[in-house]
T-cell receptor, first 115, second 116 residues
Framework: DAKTTQPNSMESNEEEPVHLPCNHS???????IHWYRQLPSQGPEYVIH???SNVNNRMASLAIAEDRKSSTLILHRATLRDAAVYYC????????????????FGKGTKLSVKP | EAGVTQSPTHLIKTRGQQVTLRCSPI?????VYWYQQALGLGLQFLLW???????NRGNFPPRFSGRQFPNYSSELNVNALELEDSALYLC???????????????FGPGTRLTVL
């Protein structure tokens, strides 16, 4: 599986934007970029995913570099509730409808949000 | 729509005992995954069940086992508990077809197992 690299930790102030980077220099053409986050004492939750174009949803935006070797998860206004570990994971969507199976979690980026 | 549910929430066992953890997936999901999150070790994949069959297992000893029932719920069994089995056990579910919902996995709140 292609590997991702993320900073161990980042800090943000409440109500400011946060840009969480992820490097995936060995990404292949069939790899989708997924982001999950894990709030303290909870299971991980899906945040967003994309292939080539930038993506937006109610939780965040995903900006993908033109060469796809890196991406950035953007939280537009960080709240205290956004303090979590954020994981960037590559997944292959199977054209025949199968599943790649389990997620492979790295260490992720621990985001702290200061009031 | 109800999310993934797990039971029990917390469990305390002693070394050598056996434990069974339970997971109910989101309605319509046929794949169930089990992960272990021990302190300081991150999220480790344990088992993947789909349509009642074990599709893959992580690097864990055979005393970790499980099954998936016809209603797609699942059990994780751990025999001969060891101190290092103390961890948060997370269950996730998804559609089998990764083209649905972008192959997203939905996690339950976990079962916190403490082995004394």
């Amino acid at each position: 599986d292609a590997k991702t690299t993320q900073p161990n930790s980042m800090e943000s102030n409440e109500e400011e934007p946060v840009h969480l980077p992820c490097n995936h220099s060995t990404i292949s053409g069939t790899d989708y970029i997924h982001w999950y986050r894990q709030l303290p004492s909870q299971g991980p939750e899906y945040v967003i995913h994309g292939l080539t174009s930038n993506v937006n949803n109610r939780m965040a935006s995903l900006a993908i570099a033109e060469d796809r070797k890196s991406s950035t998860l953007i939280l537009h206004r960080a709240t205290l509730r956004d303090a979590a570990v954020y994981y960037c994971i590559l997944r292959v969507i199977m054209n025949y409808g199968g599943s790649q199976g389990n997620l492979i979690f790295g260490k992720g980026t621990k985001l702290s949000v200061k009031p | 729509e109800a999310g993934v549910t797990q039971s029990p929430t917390h469990l305390i066992k002693t070394r050598g005992q056996q434990v069974t953890l339970r997971c109910s997936p989101i309605s319509g999901h046929t794949s169930v995954y089990w992960y272990q999150q021990a302190l300081g070790l991150g999220l480790q994949f344990l088992l993947w069940y789909d349509e009642g069959e074990e599709r893959n297992r992580g690097n864990f000893p055979p005393r970790f086992s499980g099954r998936q029932f016809p209603n797609y719920s699942s059990e994780l069994n751990v025999n001969a508990l060891e101190l290092e089995d103390s961890a948060l056990y997370l269950c996730a579910s998804s559609y089998t077809d990764s083209r649905l919902a972008g192959d997203t996995q939905y996690f339950g709140p976990g079962t916190r197992l403490t082995v004394l």
